[in-house]
């Protein structure tokens, strides 16, 4: 039997639609396009305008309607369109809102630029379920930018440029999103930043260029650059920086010398991969002061980006840390990721291909 708790997390919610709704989202349909469709891939039943204007439809009326249900949830804040009527703004939160008739298979597309490309990528991104003829929007749940850019790195692969993301991965919670939005702030969250086409060009020639090859290091093929970790900081931290297969491990380590920076003062950058199974490594990355500092330098950080600039994780130093480290990830044999290790204005970028 179930409590009254089991009951609501089984209703998901719902938003009734009037007929003010209808008339303004055709309206809207009429004077809008979307520029990339969220949840269509290739080889839709409909003609690509028609499904383009349809979807602009759908979009509407979740936007009208998930407004509508904000506003009456969130007062001390406020909520704005984007131009783009995918979005809205919530405070200094951005939500893409993914529209969809159904979830066919438990699984939900979304097109990859929404998350990678910087302008569209949100810091939430809303799952609504809009049944037209029964005039409802229903809430099916919400993902976290950082949550669902570490599972699509680490479990999907994009097919005709969509994901297909299982539903069981959105928050089905919508209140978790309201108290997201009073108690978190935006910074918490990074969003990808636009740079400059040169710069992108630079980048991928530096990747192609000094890329270090994890999985080599399980065969024992490790470039001289990498030490023993031994060698770079003492005995007990070293005893401490393990994983949970020590006798599988690989571990080496790098000296990062930002310069004047740092007056010169290095810090080591720990790698520590392990073979799991159904051919997926595990990485774990720490940064710890070398010689006889005991700390970190103040606000230097380590982050976590994907092959294509986005940022993935990120840690900084505080007063006193004798260490920072990012989350445990996993990923499958070929994925390229980069760690840069950064203060104030000076980084230094460490690639990487599984």
């Not at 708790?5 to 809207?28: V, Y």
């Not at 379920?129 to 993902?143: A, K, P």
């Not at 990062?256 to 159904?278: M, P, R």
Request: proline letters at 4%.
């Amino acid at each position: 039997m179930h409590n009254s708790t089991d009951i609501r997390l089984l209703l998901p919610e719902s938003i009734w639609l009037e007929s003010e709704h209808f008339e303004e989202a055709k309206k809207m349909t009429d004077g809008h396009s979307l520029p990339i469709l969220q949840t269509r891939p290739a080889g839709s039943d409909r003609s690509n305008n028609e499904a383009d204007k349809w979807q602009t439809y759908l979009n509407a009326l979740a936007l009208l309607g998930f407004e509508e249900w904000l506003s009456t949830r969130i007062t001390q804040q406020p909520i704005k369109r984007d131009s783009n009527i995918s979005y809205l703004k919530v405070g200094e939160f951005k939500l893409c809102l993914i529209a969809t008739e159904h979830i066919l298979d438990e699984q939900v597309n979304l097109a990859v630029d929404f998350i990678e490309r910087p302008e569209l990528a949100a810091h939430f991104y809303v799952l609504l379920e809009v049944l037209e003829e029964q005039e409802e929007v229903i809430i099916r749940g919400f993902l976290r930018y950082d949550e669902l850019i570490n599972y699509t790195t680490i479990k999907l692969q994009p097919r005709d440029s969509f994901y297909r993301l299982p539903l069981a991965e959105f928050n089905p919670e919508p209140n978790h999103l309201i108290f997201y939005s009073r108690f978190l702030e935006p910074t918490a969250i990074p969003l990808p930043v636009a740079t400059e086409t040169k710069a992108e060009e630079s980048l991928v020639g530096y990747l192609q260029e000094t890329t270090t090859k994890l999985s080599q290091w399980l065969q024992g093929v490790i470039d001289e650059s990498w030490q023993a970790i031994d060698t770079l900081i003492s005995p007990e931290v070293n005893l401490a920086f393990s994983t949970r297969s020590v006798e599988v491990a690989t571990k080496r380590g790098k000296l990062i010398d930002l310069g004047i920076q740092l007056s010169h003062q290095t810090v080591a950058l720990l790698v520590n991969i392990t073979e799991e199974a159904e051919e997926k490594i595990s990485i774990s990355i720490q940064l710890h002061p070398t010689g006889k500092e005991k700390y970190l330098p103040l606000n230097i950080k380590v982050t976590l980006l994907s092959k294509v600039g986005n940022i993935l994780q990120q840690v900084e130093a505080r007063g006193q840390d004798n260490y920072i480290q990012l989350k445990l990830f996993k990923g499958e044999r070929g994925k390229r990721f980069s760690i840069k290790v950064s203060l104030d204005e000076l980084s230094v970028i460490e690639n990487f291909e599984l």
